[in-house]
């Protein structure tokens, strides 16, 4: 990287908890250490594309922000500059908006962009280092569904939010006697119900890599029932889908809207309880895996890897500072 005087840090794709700490991190860091000026970037790449949604941000601003979840900047899971949705005439047209977004930077005097996204914002990320862009990309996403990232930011805050649901449900479904089918979000991951259950003792977790039967689902219910244990807890990654079948998603009257999953949670219990005749239930855990405090751990692993990081990228050709790492 050459002389950097001006950063720009944005969040893209779905809130996570962790996000303000990142933003935080990149504030103190940058202002503090290089006294480099850092300009927030508002809604993901949208925030260079329409005017009016930037700001310089300084120490005072990330107060108070380290342990709050979603972002002070906000965030968009649409706007990919590269191929930019937009109806004409009635009529959905994408439209390529890089060339605006590098106008915006030079505009702002920004030299590098850190990025903290999914999949989806990385990639863009990339695309615009491509084109001659500074740009450090930090991993965040409650799917934990990125190569070369063994946990990033937001799954471990949602994997214990989903696992204090499944012990609660546990409750209720042996009170009921029922079967609860919990679906639980990670796109085409299943990592977040793997782990989950896993931690919360669910008797058959379901994910996207794995299409499964629902008779063998329906055989392990009943193999329960007979010795005694008259209630299952069933977790659905919400990207997962039957053998020889496809996952659902959810309809949208918004043309310009990405594809949503959800729906398989109602239809594994559908199923179950007219196969098994088992009274069934579904909780849909939904976003609220995306809400609430970063754990401890994302914290401060994160915090202090990711300092890390930024300060070595910024004093090119030096060592970073050592920092203390648990192994995960
Ligand atoms: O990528 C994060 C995620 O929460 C996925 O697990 C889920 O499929 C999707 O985003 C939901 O998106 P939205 O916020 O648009 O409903």
């Known amino acids: 990287m050459g002389k950097i005087q001006t950063l720009g840090v944005l969040t893209g794709g779905g809130d996570c908890p962790g996000l303000n700490a990142v933003i935080r991190a990149v504030v103190k860091t940058a202002v503090n250490k290089y006294k480099i000026n850092v300009v927030g970037i508002e809604d993901g790449f949208e925030g260079l594309i329409k005017p009016g949604k930037t700001r310089y941000l300084s120490e005072k601003d990330v107060e108070k922000i380290l342990a709050r979840g979603g972002t002070i900047l906000g965030t968009t899971n649409r706007g990919n500059p590269f191929q930019y949705k937009v109806m004409r005439n009635g009529?959905?047209?994408?439209?390529?908006?890089?060339?605006?977004?590098?106008?915006?930077?030079?505009?702002?005097?920004?030299?590098?962009?850190?990025?903290?996204?999914?999949?989806?914002?990385?990639?863009?990320?990339?695309?615009?280092?491509?084109?001659?862009?500074?740009?450090?990309g930090v991993p965040k996403t409650i799917d934990n569904d990125l190569e070369a990232t063994e946990v990033t930011f937001g799954f471990d805050s949602a994997i214990n939010t989903a696992k204090d649901?499944?012990?609660?449900?546990?409750?209720?479904?042996?009170?009921?006697?029922?079967?609860?089918?919990?679906?639980?979000?990670?796109?085409?991951?299943?990592?977040?119900?793997?782990?989950?259950?896993?931690?919360?003792?669910?008797?058959?977790?379901?994910?996207?890599?794995?299409?499964?039967?629902?008779?063998?689902?329906?055989?392990?219910?009943?193999?329960?029932?007979?010795?005694?244990?008259?209630?299952?807890?069933?977790?659905?990654?919400?990207?997962?889908?039957?053998?020889?079948?496809?996952?659902?998603?959810?309809h949208s009257n918004d043309p310009c809207a990405p594809e949503r999953l959800g729906g398989i949670g109602a239809l594994i219990a559908n199923e179950v309880n007219r196969r098994t005749k088992h009274e069934t239930r579904v909780t849909v855990l939904g976003h609220i895996q995306r809400g609430g405090s970063p754990t401890t751990f994302i914290l401060y692993l994160f915090t202090a890897v990711f300092t890390t990081a930024l300060i070595t990228a910024l004093r090119p050709g030096q060592s970073p500072p050592p920092v203390k790492t648990p192994s995960v």
């Not at 060339?99 to 990320?125: F, N, P, Q, T």
């Not at 009943?222 to 659905?236: E, L």
């Open 91 to 136: 009529k959905v047209a994408t439209l390529d908006y890089s060339d605006r977004v590098i106008k915006s930077l030079k505009k702002l005097g920004i030299d590098a962009l850190v990025v903290i996204g999914g999949d989806g914002s990385l990639r863009i990320a990339l695309d615009f280092f491509k084109k001659g862009v500074q740009a450090v």
């Open 165 to 250: 649901a499944i012990d609660k449900l546990h409750d209720t479904a042996e009170s009921h006697h029922r079967v609860i089918v919990v679906e639980v979000m990670g796109r085409n991951a299943g990592w977040i119900a793997l782990e989950a259950g896993m931690a919360g003792g669910a008797d058959i977790i379901l994910v996207p890599e794995i299409p499964f039967d629902i008779e063998k689902v329906c055989h392990k219910i009943r193999q329960r029932d007979k010795a005694g244990m008259k209630y299952s807890i069933v977790v659905a990654a919400e990207g997962a889908a039957p053998l020889g079948g496809n996952a659902v998603f959810v």
